[in-house]
């Protein structure tokens, strides 16, 4: 299935983030492998982390990956056996 926007899973529909990526590369490869496994994603621009305690570092953008609830256990299998595990949200957070 294609990429779509976030807003297209629908008004009360639960979605979930599966994957950070933190590189355009990154982001594409995970994507390439959800549309391989035929499941509907979305890919949203996040900031990821921020300054430190002393001040240093600029937050950085990634790409958050979000899928249907319903299909985080098929989203996260497809890119384990491909993987991509740096990036993958803890399912206990999803």
Same mark, same amino acid.
């Given at each position: 299935?294609?990429?779509?926007?976030?807003?297209? #899973? %629908?008004? /009360?529909?639960?979605?979930?983030?599966?994957?950070?990526?933190?590189?355009?590369? @990154?982001?594409?490869? +995970?994507? $390439?492998?959800?549309?391989?496994?035929?499941?509907?994603?979305?890919?949203?621009?996040?900031?990821?982390?921020?300054?430190?305690? #002393? %001040?240093? /570092?600029?937050?950085?953008?990634?790409?958050?990956?979000?899928?249907?609830?319903? @299909?985080?256990?098929? +989203?996260? $299998?497809?890119?384990?056996?491909?993987?991509?595990?740096?990036?993958?949200?803890?399912?206990?957070?999803?």
């Amino acid at each position: 299935m294609p990429r779509q926007p976030l807003d297209q #899973f %629908g008004e /009360g529909t639960s979605v979930v983030r599966v994957y950070l990526a933190l590189g355009l590369d @990154e982001a594409q490869r +995970a994507e $390439a492998i959800l549309d391989g496994a035929g499941l509907a994603f979305a890919v949203e621009v996040e900031e990821v982390g921020g300054p430190t305690l #002393f %001040g240093f /570092g600029k937050p950085r953008r990634g790409a958050g990956v979000w899928v249907l609830e319903t @299909e985080v256990d098929a +989203a996260c $299998a497809a890119l384990e056996h491909a993987g991509m595990l740096k990036g993958l949200v803890d399912r206990g957070e999803a």
